[in-house]
């Protein structure tokens, strides 16, 4: 599986737009980049995840690189809440029901008020 | 839907001891998961399964064990507890089949004196 690298911590101020950056530049064809977050002492939040095209929910926008080298998570207007580690995966899609999700140490966004 | 829940969400042992974390899904998922998160280090898995009656090992399988006899549970055993086991452990489900939307339970936080 292709490796990712993101920042360690980033800032960002309530109701701005934070955009979370993750290079995944060994990525294969078929991986899939996949975002979860963790709020301090919860379980792990799967957010979004895309193979090629920019996708939206209800969350978060995804937006990769048309060479698929890198991605920015966007949470359009970040509150207190959204202050948690993100987390970029990447991951093959079609490899059956095995496979696992392996953690990096992801990037720790602090919305300041 | 319940979800994954897990108990119990806190537990104290003495080195030595035996016992079992449970896990339990309501979502017919096959995959299920047991990582465990050391202070500011990020989720490492313990073992897995793709379904019941099959598990495999993580990266940190040792001095654990798991079954699965059924779709809806997946409990974890700490044969003889010892201090480095002290962690917050997460159980996980997804459905498989390449889907890595996976949703995590709240976690049990074990402490091994």
């Known amino acids: 599986d292709a490796k990712t690298t993101q920042p360690p911590s980033m800032d960002c101020a309530e109701g701005r737009a934070a955009n979370l950056p993750c290079n995944h530049s060994?990525?294969?064809?078929?991986?899939?980049v996949y975002w979860y977050r963790q709020i301090h002492s919860q379980g792990p939040q799967y957010i979004i995840h895309?193979?090629?095209n920019n996708e939206t929910n209800e969350m978060a926008s995804l937006i990769i690189t048309e060479d698929r080298k890198s991605s920015t998570l966007i949470l359009p207007h970040a509150t207190l809440r959204d202050t948690a580690v993100y987390y970029c995966?990447?991951?093959?899609?079609?490899?059956?029901?095995?496979?696992?999700?392996?953690f990096g140490k992801g990037t720790k966004l602090s919305v300041k008020p | 839907n319940a979800g994954v829940t897990q108990t119990p969400k806190f537990q104290v042992l003495k080195t030595g001891q035996s016992m079992t974390l449970q896990c339990a899904q309501d979502?017919?998922?096959?995959?299920m998961s047991w990582y465990r998160q050391d202070p500011g280090m990020g989720l490492r898995l313990i073992h897995y399964?793709?379904?019941?009656?099959?598990?495999d090992q993580g990266e940190v399988p040792n001095g654990y064990n798991v079954s699965r006899s059924t779709t809806e549970d997946f409990p974890l055993r700490l044969l003889s507890a010892a201090p480095s086991q002290t962690s917050v452990y997460f159980c996980?489900?997804?459905?498989?089949?390449?889907?890595?939307?996976?949703?995590f339970g709240p976690g049990t936080r074990l402490t091994v004196t």
């Open positions: 996980a489900s997804r459905p498989g089949t390449g889907n890595y939307e996976q949703y």
């Open positions: 979502m017919n998922h096959e995959y």
């Open positions: 895309g193979l090629k």
């Open positions: 399964s793709v379904g019941a009656g099959i598990t």
């Open positions: 060994t990525i294969s064809g078929n991986e899939y």
């Open positions: 995966i990447v991951r093959v899609a079609h490899g059956g029901s095995q496979g696992n999700l392996i």
